[in-house]
């Protein structure tokens, strides 16, 4: 086999490949042996009939099609290999000659991965804010904690924000009525803005077996998207009351006797809390500001494909919700479809750009992953999608993912250890440790695994998901 490579760009090559006829022998044999098996020839058992007669009976092009549709992934795949080619989608084959019995050729163009220019990265330098925690977000936590010890009864006034109300509801469109758009007796928060547009407005100032009409969109059902009156009538009106703030409730709801040793215990949470979302902020400024510093070309195809397989799974979700993309598009507080595409390809250029450069310094430092990398990466997964590690292993496997997640892991990994490099300061100017941001192993105090595990959680830091933040996964199985 005979192999050149011309560049079509930064992101496109094309390979010429040339093949011997003596080098389709393996080809052959495939194909005749699978030709056998369906052949049926007078006179031959299934599997016994020579070639030469199979090529009488179907044809010497139809063998030689499939001879070729056998042989070109596999001489292809080779030439890639030859040629060390990082090929990121699937090529665009055009056979240029194919002579009997002497020889096939064939040009294959595809997008690659670029070769970026890295600047220095040994004297990388982010600020993240500083830590601070004030009375008022203090405040937000006891009263979240006030709300889990609250207590309904019954009002008679007229309903405000954070009443609960017993409502019945009667959807019609054409002056028919829904039947999934009514119902009787629902309990509703006012004021949460969780149900439809417009009920809060038609329910604050209502009392007891008050009613009134509104319009709003359809959400679900065969009618998603059209306008239909709504009539909310409200049957009982009950205002929350909280607990008084003292040191009896700090005992009812923590394991404190006074509300200041609350208070001060929730101080130090919350300040716990920031100190971890400094790792992902720096993590984000990191990667910000690598893909300012560094020029990094996009494969056009790649980002069409990643847009249309996008579209395509966001379309099946809405289907299976009943909704269509106007009824989507006002949920979700959108202008319009140019809006959503214009936003979903910035952020498909910006997850292909991060995984190029995090390639590229993982080539360039030679970052391996090793098995404590997988089962640490594997372990952190699993338990973010609430299923065992030996579930999520079994999950990639059977969706031939494992590859990906290997890439994934390393450009992860490559990171981390850019972000070990960086220094890091806050607004103030005090540097950051980066030991204190990490969470705590397995191995950390059992008392306190439970809130280490939560707060890793909740701030995401520097090895849990770095690429992730960025919304490559997808993109990467693309890729």
Known sequence: MKSTIENLGPTRVRLAIEVPWSDLDHAFGEVYKELGKQVRVPGFRPGKVPNRVL??????????????????????????RENQVRVIS???????????????????????APTLELPPL???????????????EIDQQITVMRERFSTLSGVERAAEDGDFVSIDLEATLNGEVLEDGSTTGMSYEVGSGNLMQGLD?????????????????????????????????VRSVKAKELPELDDEFASIASEFDTLAELREDVRTRLARTKVLQQGGQARDKLVEHLLETIEVPVPEKLVEQELSWRSQAMERELQQAGMDWDAYFSMAEV???????????????????????????????????DNEDLS?????????NRVSPEQYAQQLQQGNNIAEFVADVRRTKALAQL??????????????????????TVAADSADAEDDAAEAAEAEVVESDAVEETDTEETAGKA
């Open 55 to 80: 090529d009488q009976r179907i044809g010497r092009p139809v063998v030689l099609e499939q001879v070729v549709q056998h042989a070109v992934p596999e001489v292809y795949s080779e030439a890639i």
């Open 90 to 112: 699937q090529p665009d084959v055009e056979v240029t000659r194919l002579d009997d019995g002497e020889a096939l050729a064939f040009t294959a163009e595809v997008d690659v």
């Open 122 to 136: 040994d004297s990388l330098a982010v600020t993240v804010d500083d830590v601070e925690v004030t009375d008022e």
């Open 201 to 233: 407005e038609a329910v604050r100032g209502l009392s007891a077996d008050e009613s009134a009409t509104f319009s709003t969109a359809l959400l679900a059902g065969d009618q998603a998207g059209e306008m239909a009156d709504v009539t909310v009538t």
């Open 335 to 369: 202008e319009s479809r140019e809006a959503y595409d214009a936003e979903m390809r910035e952020n498909v250029e910006k997850a292909v750009k991060t995984q190029f450069v995090l390639d590229s310094i993982a080539d360039a430092r030679e970052v391996t992953v």
């Open 376 to 384: 640490a990466q594997i372990m952190a997964q699993a338990q973010r």
């Open 419 to 440: 972000l070990e490099e960086t220094t890091i300061t806050d607004e103030s100017g005090n540097v950051v440790d980066l030991e204190a941001l990490r969470p705590r």
